[in-house]
């Protein structure tokens, strides 16, 4: 899975290196073979032709690099954070409901709100607001994305400071005096 998004292709990977003096300075390339649903297809051809692709390789390599290089900083980024994390869900499977209430509950400590909206009969939209350790942010996001229901998923960290020693601003023109906390993004 890229970027939390449950996959709508098949991907083969096949051990037919061919020789390119266009791709990585000269090296040879893997073949890939990926099997996609008619509609998935249809939106690939569709981007190809609003950015002028020449052919799905080239779309589907830019693609994949793109894909991962985020995955990486998702992935790669420790410390403290700020997050949304948005999936769509489909409310009438079995406990996922129940699974997904539970599931905050228990991370509580990371949840700052939630929206929900219902879409249609069936399916539910809700994105949450996330604070904490970019690690456990990350992990929760991965746990609700994959629970089975959970149509498409995706998480957004912004790595932040977070003011953790509780402080009002009373005396300082804001007359807010009740303590409270700050996630201060960074540059």
Do not use: W
């Amino acid at each position: 899975m890229l970027h939390g998004l449950k996959p709508r292709c098949k991907l083969n990977l096949q051990k037919d290196h061919t020789e390119s003096p266009f791709y990585g300075g000269g090296g040879s390339m893997e073949r890939v073979t990926i099997s996609m649903s008619d509609e998935f297809a249809a939106e690939l051809t569709a981007f190809m032709k609003g950015y002028r692709y020449a052919n799905r390789s080239e779309a589907l390599r830019d693609l994949a690099r793109l894909g991962l290089k985020r995955a990486q900083i998702d992935h790669g980024m420790s410390g403290q954070c700020v997050a949304t994390l948005s999936y769509v869900y489909d409310h009438q499977t079995r406990e996922l409901s129940k699974r997904l209430t539970s599931d905050y509950h228990d991370h509580h400590d990371l949840q700052i709100a939630t929206m929900h909206v219902h879409l249609d009969h069936e399916n539910c939209l809700e994105v949450s607001i996330l604070r904490g350790d970019a690690a456990a942010v990350r992990e929760f996001s991965k746990s609700v994305i994959a629970e089975r229901g959970v149509k498409h998923g995706q998480v957004t960290i912004v790595p932040a400071t977070i003011e953790t020693k509780a402080h009002s601003h009373a005396g300082r023109g804001r007359e807010h005096a009740s303590p409270h906390f700050h996630a201060h993004p960074k540059d």
